[in-house]
């Protein structure tokens, strides 16, 4: 029904910048919501950002808040998250996902999501 297919990760050096994407196909609604998580070795699937699809509203877990930067566009179906001032502790891999008619409570658990993009690495070096 859905399906992500994500880019733009890769290796970059402490404080350097990177600019993953999130192409979406299939049938997509307004109401749907685009997460972004992220896994590192050995740690749980962990939620770092998401934006509402129709609305561009967007949530961020405090440790990327004035860093990283979820954005979309409605004509290319792509969803993309800008990661400024990189530091070692965000090398995981990064997995969009999508779905909808999500509460509120349920947002920022990776649980939720039925739809998931296939991972990009981000690796930042110290």
């Known amino acids: 029904q859905v399906q992500l297919v994500e880019s733009g990760g890769g290796l970059v050096q402490a404080g350097g910048s990177l600019r993953l994407s999130c192409a979406a196909s299939?049938?997509?609604?307004?109401?749907?919501?685009m997460g972004w998580f992220r896994q590192a070795p050995g740690k749980e699937r962990e939620f770092v950002a998401l934006?509402?699809?129709?609305?561009?509203?967007?949530w961020y877990t405090d440790s990327v808040k004035g860093r990283f930067t979820a954005s979309r566009d409605n004509a290319e179906n792509t969803v993309y998250l800008q990661m400024n001032s990189l530091t070692p502790d965000d090398t995981a891999v990064y997995y969009c996902?999508?779905?909808?008619?999500?509460?509120?409570?349920?947002?920022?658990?990776?649980?939720?999501?039925?739809?998931w993009g296939q991972g990009t690495q981000v690796t930042v070096s110290s």
């Open positions: 996902a999508a779905g909808s008619q999500i509460p509120i409570s349920r947002l920022f658990s990776p649980r939720t999501y039925p739809y």
């Open positions: 934006i509402g699809w129709s609305t561009g509203r967007t």
């Open positions: 299939g049938r997509t609604s307004g109401s749907y919501v």
